[in-house]
């Protein structure tokens, strides 16, 4: 069936151009920023006189952004990976069983979702001390855990409901053992929802300021922001190394959601055959 062009669908065309457009201009203007010189004459929104990627190596160098990334790659990765199997491993029970206290318990998850957790920073912010833990990564990664946890659990069991208990009972018939039905069976089968669970953990905890600020204060073990944050007070009159330190913060996670969206859409689309 061949569909015919109409004015209505060249009006559409036209509105999504101008809308990609719109969400392409911060893109350009940051893009063009970091490859100016300092002295450049042009106008803001004009291309550079003189492209130049030494700002790059200046930003990487000056601004201890190589540091930074590992700091804040280590801190993303491990708590992603901990919410991951801990959130499902959760989830599950939550779904499967109708009795009070798995109600109850999802409603306990659920109570972390409403309360916010700058109600608990100085509290928080005492026990990182009593334990030790101030001035190492090991404090945010204890810390996205317990914030994020009610947030992924909700996600894994709102998927588990839906998701037909028969795959389980096959396996069960098959000898399977619960924990083996989870990890063989039922866990493969999550793989859209874990998709959506880590791409927005990983936003979560890469892109967050303010707790860094506080646990790593002082320290050399400073997430992306939070160094970012210093560069941007250090280096106020040089905006282009401030926005080629910008480029280099977000591409790694950039790439990261890309190869996951792709993962994402695969997931759908197969639903759920694995």
């Known amino acids: 069936?061949?569909?015919?062009y109409t004015?209505?669908?060249?009006?559409?065309e036209a509105v999504m151009i101008v809308v990609a457009l719109l969400f392409f201009f911060p893109a350009y203007i940051l893009i063009n920023q970091s490859l100016r010189r300092s002295n450049d004459p042009a106008?803001?929104?004009?291309?550079?006189?003189?492209?130049?990627?030494a700002n790059y190596g200046d930003a990487w160098t000056q601004g201890f952004l190589g540091n930074a990334l590992v700091n804040s790659g280590l801190v993303t990765a491990v708590s992603t990976l901990v919410l991951v199997v801990f959130g499902a491993m959760a989830a599950y029970p939550l779904a499967r069983v109708t009795r009070l206290w798995s109600r109850v318990a999802f409603a306990v998850f659920m109570i972390g979702l409403l309360l916010p957790f700058q109600l608990a920073l100085i509290p928080l912010y005492v026990t990182m001390r009593d334990l030790g833990l101030l001035g190492t990564v090991w404090s945010l990664v204890l810390f996205y855990v317990g914030l994020q946890m009610p947030f992924t659990v909700f996600l894994y069991t709102s998927f588990l409901r839906a998701l037909p208990a028969e795959y389980e009972e096959a396996a069960s018939i098959d000898g399977a053992s619960p924990s083996q039905s989870f990890w063989t069976v039922v866990f493969p089968?999550?793989?859209?929802?874990t998709g959506t669970v880590v791409i927005l953990d990983v936003i979560f905890i890469w892109n967050d300021f303010l707790t860094p600020l506080l646990y790593l204060s002082g320290s050399g073990q400073m997430?992306?922001?939070?160094?970012l944050y210093s560069f941007v007070g250090q280096y106020v009159s040089q905006w282009n190394l401030v926005f080629a330190g910008l480029v280099i913060s977000i591409a790694p996670i950039l790439l990261v959601y890309f190869l996951l969206q792709r993962t994402v859409i695969?997931?759908?689309a197969s639903g759920l055959k694995g």
Do not use: C, D, H, N
């Open 43 to 53: 106008e803001p929104y004009a291309l550079p006189s003189q492209v130049t990627f």
């Open 1 to 4: 069936m061949i569909t015919r």
């Open 189 to 193: 089968l999550l793989r859209p929802v």
């Open 7 to 12: 004015w209505r669908t060249g009006i559409l």
């Open 223 to 227: 997430t992306v922001p939070v160094t």
């Open 266 to 268: 695969q997931g759908f």
